[in-house]
């Protein structure tokens, strides 16, 4: 029976809010520690410990599973194909990330494709059963209706890239505006004259604020922006292919390309080399993501660093929040944290 227990204020079992009240932390950071994250200072795990020990707090982690509707497992939803996960490595950092955060707590991580309709409908089925605690999605078009799905069933989840400026939902991204200015003063710099754009897939806000800060770069020189420079591929290294043949028949006399991602720079330096181009003496050439294939590129591609473990490890502290703080969005004042970490150029042979 639960009298036999010890007692918090409310005169049943102690309960995390009483142990967080008299460590003086928020729920969140209380739930980190018992949980085992070693994402918490070692001042605020004796704090909460202690009071854990004064309050008699038990957190048996199969009652409290049951008892708050609890699965301890989270779900990692990529809204593409898996053909495009397996082939990107900004995926394969971002489960590194995630996964090296999760290492140290109880939960399980449960990897879900949903890049086609069908995979989108037995997800929303598997969802509704409430079978994981909480959602990470990654790579999010503007018009993908997963993250409204969410809302409805109020399950939490943290978004990877926001989807527009007025994102509703947790998330964490890098600075890709900062990004995409950088990378192009870094050409301009060089002495470059004409400098090309391959955008990502512009229904993703990421790829959208690249531009921007491409555009930006190009008015701070005093230089015109032309908008036919600008075309979009999709992340791919056939539509990096596609887009440097286009902008090559467009504007011949281009002596730089800032690409939206290493896949699509590997791409443009194939059309490039094909049609004569040396790197970087006719053309200098910059990525984004800093991935493998920018450092084994040859010439080693320049290119712009995000943080994407580091982003991984964000998400999975941002979803626990919102896991340990299950009142409804109404009652918490719409309060979202909107993450952005920094991006960096790191520069090589290629410009």
Not at 31 to 50: F, L, M, W
Not at 108 to 132: K, M, N, P, T
Request: proline fraction near 5%; charged fraction near 25%.
């Amino acid at each position: 029976m639960a009298g036999h227990g010890a007692r918090g204020r409310s005169g049943g079992r102690p309960t995390l809010e009483e142990v967080a009240a008299r460590a003086g932390v928020g729920r969140g950071t209380v739930s980190r520690v018992i949980n085992g994250s070693p994402r918490v200072s070692d001042a605020t795990r004796a704090a909460v410990e202690a009071a854990v020990a004064e309050l008699g707090y038990v957190p048996n982690t199969a009652a409290r599973a049951l008892a708050a509707n609890r699965t301890d497992a989270i779900a990692l939803v990529v809204p593409e194909p898996e053909t495009r996960f397996f082939a990107e490595p900004y995926f394969s950092d971002m489960l590194k990330g995630v996964g090296s955060a999760l290492s140290e707590t109880e939960m399980q991580l449960l990897l879900i494709f949903a890049g086609s309709d069908r995979e989108r409908q037995r997800l929303a089925q598997y969802l509704a059963a409430h079978r994981v605690d909480g959602v990470l999605l990654v790579s999010v078009h503007a018009d993908d209706p997963l993250p409204d799905l969410l809302a409805q069933l109020e399950i939490p989840a943290v978004i990877s890239g926001r989807r527009s400026a007025e994102e509703t939902l947790p998330s964490v991204d890098s600075d890709n505006f900062g990004g995409g200015r950088v990378a192009v003063e870094h050409l301009i710099d060089q002495g470059r004259r004409n400098v090309v754009h391959l955008a990502g897939r512009l229904d993703v806000y990421g790829a959208q604020r690249r531009v921007d800060g491409y555009r930006e770069a190009l008015r701070d020189a005093g230089r015109p922006v032309d908008e036919s420079l600008i075309v979009a591929g999709d992340f791919t290294e056939e539509g990096g292919r596609r887009a440097m043949t286009e902008l090559l028949a467009r504007c011949p006399a281009l002596d730089a390309v800032f690409a939206g991602s290493d896949v699509m720079a590997a791409g443009a330096r194939q059309v490039l080399r094909e049609a004569g181009r040396r790197i970087p003496d006719d053309v200098a050439l910059v990525g984004y993501d800093d991935s493998a294939i920018a450092r084994h590129m040859d010439p080693p591609l320049t290119s712009v660093r995000q943080p994407i473990e580091e982003m991984g490890r964000a998400m999975i502290d941002l979803l626990l929040d919102e896991i340990a703080d299950r009142r409804p969005a109404v009652s918490r004042g719409l309060e979202r944290r909107q993450l952005v970490l920094p991006s960096e150029l790191v520069r090589r042979a290629s410009s």
